[in-house]
C-alpha cells in the first residue's frame, strides 16, 4: 500500500536523563571506533575490504548485524503486526537455508578467486556489459536500502525530540557519514559487532515486558484470536496456504512461499546482496570466509522471537495500529515497535531500547554505504572512468563516493516514508535487483556453456519482468492478495524471465574458452580450502559442514510449534 505516512500524534518516547546518558556513551563509543580504525587504513583494500585480515567471529556477527537494520527491526515487527506468525518465513525458509548455501557452495567461488566485489565475479564470469549494469542495478538498490534505514532512524528521532521528519533524516545522515568516511569498512565491521549486541540489548526486555503486559502467550493468543484484523490464522504459519484455498494472512500458497520467498528471494538476497558477502570477503582466510554466514545463521534462528512477537503484541495492545486515514494519519505498522517502547519501557530500560534502535538502523545503513562505495569506486570508476590511477586516488574516491551515496540514502528516505511496511517496500526491491541476479549467479555457476551475452540479456529481461508484474499490481491488471504475495510472485517472474532469456541467448551466442573459466564455474579448477588458515581451523567445530547442516534442521524444527 503506496500512500503518504503521517505520524500520530502524541508518539513521544519520554526518556530521563539516564537514557540519555546511555545514548550519549553510545554515540561516543562509536565516533571513538571510527578515529582509532583511521589509522589502520593505509591502502583502499584496507579501507574497502578490511585488509582481508578479520577473524571469523567478527566477520560473523557483523554479517548478521548488517542485517539488523530497517529491515529486520520495524520491517519484521511491522509484518508481524501485518501477517502475523507467517513472518518468521522470512527468517527459517526465506534465510537460513540460503545462508548456509552461501557458505558451503559460493564463498569457495567468491574468496579464491579473489575478487572485490559480486559484479567482479560477474565481468570475469561473463562480460563487461554484464558487470556494468549490475554494478549499476546494485548501487541504486543499496542507496535505496540506506534510505529505509535513515526513514527508521528519523522516526526514532522525531518521536524522541519531536524534530521534523527532514531535519530527523538529515542528522541522522550526518552521524552515518562521520564514521563511514573515517574508518571504512573496519570501522563499519567494528561498530556492527557493537551494534549487534546492543540491539538484543534493547530488543530482549521489550517482548518480555511487551509478553507479560498482554497475559503472556496465552494471553496474547486470546487476544490476537479475539482481534478484528487478526484472528487465529495470525498463530500460524502455514495455515491455509492450501494451493486453490489461501486464507492465510500473507496472502500465498505454500507453493509461492517456497519458490518465491525460498529460494529466488532467499538465495538472491544472501548469495549476491553485496552488503552481506563483503563481510565474508573481509575475513582472514578461507575458512573464516565461509564460516562467517554460518555464525550467523544461528542468530538468525532466534531472532524472530524478538521482531516478530513484538509486531503481534503490539497488535493486540496498540489500539488503531495499521489503521490510517485517508490522509496517512494514525499509527502504521513500522510504528509498532516505537509505539510499545512508549507505552511499556521504564527509564533506563527505555534507553537502552532507543539506542538498540539506533544502533540497528546505523548498522544497516553502513552496510549499505560500505558496499556501495566499494561497488563504485572499484566496479564503476576504476573500471570504467579512471583506470591504472595510484591506489591513493581510489581510497580519496572511496570517502567521496561515500558522501555521495548518504545524500542518495537522505533522498530515498522520503520514499521509504510513503509504505505501509517498510518490509514489502524492501522485498519490491529484492523482487527488482536480486532475483534476476541469482538467476545468471545459478546459470554461470553450474553450466560452464551459458556465455556473456546470455548473462546480460538474462539480467535485463528478469529485471523488467520483475517491474512488469508489479505494474499489473498497480494498474489492476492483476489481482494479488497482499503487497508480499506479489512479491513474492513478482520474484518468480524475474527469476523464469532471466533463466528463459539467457538460455535463449547462450544457444545463439559463443562461449567463453574453458581456460578463461577456471575457479569461477563449477567442476573447473577447484579452489584451496585450507589458504591461509590457522591452527585449530581443521577442527570438527569449526567445520562449515557441520553447522551448515545443524543450522538447517534447527530451522525447519523451530517451524513445528507454529504449524
Request: charged fraction near 10%; aromatic fraction near 14%.
Amino acid at each position: 500500500m503506496l500512500h503518504t505516512v503521517v505520524p500520530a500524534e502524541g508518539l513521544r518516547l519520554n526518556m530521563g536523563g539516564a537514557d540519555y546518558l546511555i545514548l550519549a556513551t553510545y554515540f561516543a563509543v562509536v565516533l571513538f571506533i571510527g578515529f582509532a580504525v583511521r589509522r589502520s587504513i593505509h591502502n583502499s583494500e584496507d579501507f574497502f575490504l578490511s585488509g582481508r585480515s578479520l577473524p571469523a567471529w567478527i566477520t560473523g556477527l557483523a554479517f548478521i548485524s548488517a542485517n539488523l537494520g530497517a529491515t529486520e527491526i520495524f520491517g519484521m515487527a511491522a509484518n508481524g503486526a501485518k501477517y502475523g506468525i507467517s513472518t518468521v518465513h522470512y527468517y527459517w525458509i526465506g534465510a537460513v537455508p540460503a545462508m548456509i548455501f552461501l557458505a558451503l557452495v559460493m564463498m569457495p567461488f567468491y574468496y579464491g578467486s579473489k575478487v572485490r566485489s559480486v559484479p567482479e565475479y560477474l565481468r570475469r564470469r561473463f562480460n563487461s556489459p554484464t558487470h556494468l549494469f549490475n554494478a549499476g542495478t546494485f548501487a541504486v538498490s543499496a542507496v535505496a536500502q540506506a534510505g529505509v534505514n535513515l526513514f527508521a532512524f528519523s522516526v526514532i528521532l522525531e518521536a524522541l525530540l519531536g524534530w521534523p521528519k527532514y531535519v530527523s533524516i538529515l542528522a541522522a545522515g550526518a552521524f552515518v557519514l562521520v564514521y563511514i568516511t573515517l574508518g571504512g569498512l573496519s570501522s563499519a565491521i567494528y561498530n556492527e559487532v557493537l551494534q549487534f549486541f546492543v540491539i538484543l540489548a534493547g530488543l530482549i526486555p521489550l517482548t518480555f515486558v511487551g509478553l507479560k503486559a498482554a497475559g503472556g502467550w496465552d494471553g496474547l493468543t486470546g487476544k490476537i484470536q479475539g482481534n478484528k484484523n487478526a484472528g487465529e490464522g495470525f498463530l500460524h504459519a502455514w495455515q491455509g496456504t492450501a494451493i486453490g484455498h489461501v486464507t492465510n494472512p500473507i496472502g500465498s500458497n505454500w507453493l509461492v512461499i517456497a519458490m518465491g520467498l525460498g529460494f529466488v528471494l532467499s538465495f538472491g538476497y544472501w548469495t549476491t546482496n553485496f552488503a552481506e558477502v563483503q563481510r565474508a570477503l573481509s575475513a582472514q582466510n578461507m575458512s573464516a570466509a565461509r564460516r562467517t554466514p554460518i555464525i550467523g545463521a544461528f542468530p538468525k534462528l532466534v531472532i524472530p522471537f524478538f521482531t516478530v512477537i513484538p509486531g503481534l503484541i503490539a497488535l493486540a495492545m496498540i489500539p488503531g495500529l495499521g489503521q490510517t486515514d485517508t490522509e496517512g494519519k494514525g499509527l502504521t505498522y513500522n510504528d509498532a515497535i516505537p509505539a510499545l517502547m512508549e507505552r511499556y519501557l521504564p527509564s533506563g530500560v527505555l534507553g537502552v531500547a532507543v539506542t538498540g534502535l539506533l544502533a540497528a538502523f546505523m548498522a544497516g545503513m553502513a552496510a549499505n554505504i560500505s558496499s556501495f562505495n566499494t561497488v563504485f569506486t572499484y566496479d564503476i570508476w576504476q573500471d570504467y572512468v579512471k583506470k591504472d590511477r595510484p591506489d591513493g586516488y581510489y581510497l580519496r574516491v572511496g570517502r567521496i563516493v561515500t558522501v555521495i551515496g548518504v545524500l542518495g540514502g537522505i533522498g530515498t528516505a522520503f520514499i521509504a516514508s510513503r509504505f505501509n511496511s517498510i518490509m514489502d517496500y524492501l522485498q519490491l526491491l529484492f523482487s527488482f535487483f536480486n532475483a534476476p541476479l541469482f538467476a545468471t549467479f545459478i546459470l554461470g555457476l553450474f553450466w560452464k556453456r551459458m556465455t556473456g551475452w546470455g548473462g546480460f540479456w538474462g539480467l535485463v529481461a528478469g529485471t523488467l519482468g520483475a517491474a512488469a508484474a508489479w505494474g499489473a499490481g498497480q494498474l489492476g491488471w492483476v489481482h494479488y492478495l497482499s503487497d508480499s504475495d506479489g512479491n513474492f510472485k513478482g520474484a518468480i517472474v524475474a527469476f523464469v524471465a532471466d533463466v528463459v532469456v539467457s538460455v535463449l541467448v547462450t544457444l545463439a551466442s559463443r562461449p567463453k574458452p574453458v581456460t578463461e573459466l577456471q575457479g569461477l564455474v563449477y567442476g573447473l579448477g577447484k579452489h584451496d580450502m585450507s589458504a591461509g588458515a590457522v591452527v585449530g581451523d581443521e577442527a570438527w567445530y569449526r567445520s562449515p559442514v557441520v553447522f551448515g547442516l545443524l543450522a538447517l534442521a534447527l530451522s525447519f524444527a523451530l517451524y513445528i510449534p507454529f504449524i
